[in-house]
């Protein structure tokens, strides 16, 4: 018998069109990340201020 297991995801997104190099792709993506963990679980951020995008209390992220 296998047990339902129920996870969160937290994402941190940046786009690389304002990025000069992989190091500043990859912090800005980390700073990212630490803001959705700071808004709450199963929250995405774009890097750049944008507000949250998604959050797991949407339908159709809560089957994933």
């Known amino acids: 018998e ?3 297991v129920s996870t969160r995801l937290s ?19 980390d700073a990212a990340l630490y803001e959705a963990k ?6 995405a951020v774009l890097a750049g201020g944008a507000p949250p995008a ?5 339908p159709e992220l809560a089957e994933l």
Do not use: F, I, K, Y
């Open 11 to 29: 994402l941190g997104v940046a786009d690389n069109a304002a990025t000069a190099s992989l190091d500043r792709l990859l912090s800005r993506a």
């Open 54 to 58: 998604v959050t797991s209390d949407e």
């Open 38 to 43: 700071r808004a709450g679980r199963g929250r």
């Open 2 to 4: 296998l047990a339902e």
